[in-house]
């Protein structure tokens, strides 16, 4: 069974940092292509980042572009977005996707961690 | 950036309606469109994917159609556990995108 479990998400302030995790287990972790998608509070959903199973083909939304990072290490199983210089507007759940090569159909989702971003 | 507008943007129905949404590209997507299906509180959960491909374990009351920038998604006999909020998504180019989605809420 495909299971995707994020962590990491918290309170922080405005121009801080936090990295986001992503485990994934019950598929071959590293030939999937991994998406962040986010929501937030009642709002619709936006597509955030994704990369490759290799690591070397990485793209960003243009509203985190230069301050989000994704990346992943398949060892561990695991999927990364470093957020830096958070914003009030970055307030959302986030969450990982996998996604299906040649369609970039989004399989199986996370169930979500919180960011909050306030003072 | 390709735009994605669904409409309705809500709409009230009972049980054993037939429903009909629909998501227009800003330019076409080649049938690169998906559906999801969102309750609250809980992460989207793939319905349709390349327009009209129904993802294994949906009930076959859900369906998809549409080509070049039109699409539709059909709920053949509305059940009450498919009152959610739908959306579209395009996935031809990147950045990926959305459409705003339809609530779908109990008449």
């Known amino acids: 069974e495909v299971q995707l479990v994020e962590s990491g998400g918290g309170l922080v302030q405005p121009g801080g940092s936090l990295r986001l995790s992503c485990v994934a287990s019950?598929?071959?972790?590293?030939?999937?292509?991994m998406h962040w998608v986010r929501q937030a509070p009642g709002e619709g959903l936006m597509w955030v980042s994704r990369i490759n199973g290799d690591s070397d083909g990485t793209n960003y939304a243009d509203s985190v572009k230069g301050r989000f990072t994704v990346s992943r290490d398949n060892a561990k199983n695991t999927l990364y977005l470093q957020m830096n210089s958070l914003r009030a507007e970055d307030t959302a759940i986030y969450y990982c996707a996998r996604g299906v090569y040649g369609s970039g159909t989004h399989d199986h989702w996370g169930q979500g961690t919180l960011v909050t971003v306030s003072s | 950036d390709i735009q994605m507008t669904q409409s309705p943007s809500s709409l009230s129905a009972s049980v054993e309606d037939r429903v009909t949404i629909t998501c227009r590209a800003s330019q076409s997507i080649s049938s690169y469109l998906n559906w999801y299906q969102q309750k609250p509180g809980k992460a989207p959960k793939l319905l349709i994917y390349a327009a009209s491909s129904l993802q294994s374990g949906v009930p076959s009351r859900f369906s998809g159609s549409g080509s070049g920038t039109d699409y539709t998604l059909t709920i053949s006999s509305l059940q009450a556990e498919d009152f959610a909020t739908y959306y579209c998504?395009?996935?031809?180019?990147?950045?990926?995108?959305f459409g705003q989605g339809t609530r779908v809420e109990i008449k």
């Open positions: 019950g598929f071959t972790f590293s030939t999937y292509w």
């Open positions: 998504q395009q996935s031809y180019s990147i950045p990926q995108t």
